[in-house]
């Protein structure tokens, strides 16, 4: 939070979706709550009490009259339920300065963003009415969709987790869950599960619950989005929407589009998730190779891109607006989905932390070897396309609907800029680069498979969390190194496998 504001900086400031200046000449302005709410509701911002803006969207000082008594007024009034939901703040978030040795005294406030289950905050005990967001004009009231989205956001269950009393088993659709067992098979075969009929199957992985109603089992929310037919789902989200969208053509619009709503297929997610993955990695060259007698047509963009599809399904709030939009155009995928990011976007490019919209069907993926657990998969997206020597991906999320959007481009990054100019570079240099960077790489990729043999070495097995401490690197991309060192052996099921140096 304190980046957001140095004083030695002042002159360069202009108001943003994180920055907000209030004169607070004859006390404290009521627009500051209002402020003071959509901060906490976005991504958390600072206020400066005692600073105008000019025409041109410049700050000067005004001052303020009487900084303590200012000070003590906000700590009683934020502390007052009747005005504001809830204090966020501690006593060091507020600082006053003198500006450049003048008796002008500016007062900040920093306002840090809202956990998940604090939110929403609103102010005049009113939630529905004195709930504010934030956008780069200035404060907004939410509308009651959005303030529903964030109450039900507070729960620990997701909303996945619902037990349908309405709907019964038979509405599922068969071919899809037969599907999903064949997928579950493979890639956990002999797995306690295999045994079970289906009803108990679908009951053990979340797809179905015991209603409180009738005792009796009824699919879940997650199993009705993941296996059940579209006229069946709309029933109970009535907002759901699937579309794929490929190559816009002037002519005919799209050279390929899959919606939910055609009844052509089931419209679920299971096979939207397998459609749709086959048709955006078409284009994606796999590199000859062997492992044990037979060829990996697996890469790490592949499994990056299948992170992106199951996040974009997996963080969706489907009681939102407009429902889940891939649309592939040439070298760019976008995958939009509604919902904001529960856990913020800065913690998400972080990782290290996992706060699904719904969790069910998170599980649900992870069982057939889809989708990370520990809140790696966005920077995993990130360090691949990086790898690749890609242009970085764009994380955007936009309120009122709630979105969120992840765009790809599979094209090399940017070249150098000249003046502020993007100026081509030559062919040759253009190839320098990029044999530069792969250079670069190698050399990183060898001395970390070098780190892994001497550490095996010395330790004689290791899981894939404890190399991936010792490398200082994601559990994915140091389960992608072990992949590719041939001198290397693993044993056991995937959550308690080893690894260890082959013997010769």
């Known amino acids: 939070m304190r980046e957001l504001f140095d004083l030695a900086k002042f002159d360069s400031y202009k108001e943003d979706n994180r920055r907000e200046v209030k004169k607070a000449e004859s006390g404290l302005p009521n627009s500051l709550w209002d402020t003071y709410s959509s901060f906490a509701n976005c991504y958390g911002g600072v206020i400066i009490l005692g600073v105008k ?12 009259k009487d900084a303590a008594k200012l000070k003590k007024d906000f700590w009683n009034t934020i502390n007052n339920r009747k005005k504001v939901s809830l204090n966020l703040l501690k006593d060091d978030d507020i600082e006053t300065y003198s500006m450049n040795n003048t008796d002008d005294v500016i007062m900040v406030i920093y306002v840090p963003i809202a956990k998940r289950e604090q939110k929403p905050i609103y102010i005049n005990d009113d939630l529905f009415g004195g709930t504010f967001r934030r956008n780069w004009e200035g404060d907004y009231h939410c509308t009651r969709l959005q303030v529903k989205t964030m109450l039900r956001d507070q729960a620990e269950e997701t909303m996945d987790m619902e037990v349908l009393d309405e709907a019964c088993l038979e509405d599922l659709n068969m071919d899809s869950i037969r599907g999903y067992r064949n997928s579950h098979k493979s890639f956990k075969p002999g797995h306690p599960f295999e045994r079970l009929d289906d009803n108990e199957y679908l009951r053990v992985i979340g797809a179905a619950g015991v209603s409180k109603a009738d005792k009796k089992l009824h699919p879940t ?22 579309d794929y969208r490929e190559n816009p053509d002037t002519v005919i619009r799209w050279t390929d589009r899959l ?137 955007e999320e936009n309120f009122d609907p709630d979105r969120t959007s992840l765009t790809l481009k599979f094209t090399e990054k940017q070249a150098i800029k000249t003046s502020d100019k993007k100026q081509a570079i030559k062919t040759s240099d253009k190839n320098q680069l990029i044999k530069n960077r792969q250079v670069k790489q190698l050399n990183k990729t060898a001395a970390h498979m070098q780190k892994i043999r001497m550490y095996l070495q010395e330790h004689e097995t290791a899981k894939t969390s404890d190399i991936a401490e010792i490398l200082n690197l994601s559990v994915a991309r140091t389960r992608v190194l072990l992949s590719e060192m041939e001198d290397i052996e693993a044993f056991g099921a995937n959550r308690i496998r080893t690894y260890r140096l082959r013997r010769k």
């Not at 803006?53 to 303020?64: A, H």
């Not at 709309?234 to 699937?242: C, E, S, T």
């Open 53 to 64: 803006e000019n025409e041109d969207g410049s700050w000067y000082t005004t001052g303020l």
């Open 221 to 242: 929310a997650a199993g009705m989005l993941m296996f059940g037919n579209e006229y069946d789902i709309v029933r109970y989200f009535p907002d759901y929407f699937l």
């Open 259 to 395: 919606q939910s709503s055609s009844g052509e297929w089931s419209g679920n997610l299971f096979d939207f998730y397998f459609r749709i993955y086959n048709k955006i990695i078409r284009d994606i060259k796999v590199p000859f190779k062997m492992q044990d007698g037979f060829r990996v047509d697996d890469t790490p963009v592949h499994r990056a891109l299948r992170e992106a599809l199951a996040n974009c399904i997996i963080n969706a709030d489907f009681h939102g607006k407009y429902g889940i939009i891939i649309i592939k155009d040439g070298d760019t995928l976008i995958l939009e989905n509604p919902g904001y990011i529960r856990i913020g976007r800065e913690q998400m490019l972080r990782g290290g932390k996992s706060d699904p919209r719904n969790k069910s069907l998170m599980k649900m993926f992870n069982m057939i070897d889809i989708g990370e657990h520990a809140g790696s998969g966005v920077p995993n997206i990130f360090n691949v396309w990086e790898d690749e020597g890609w242009e970085e991906p764009i994380i």
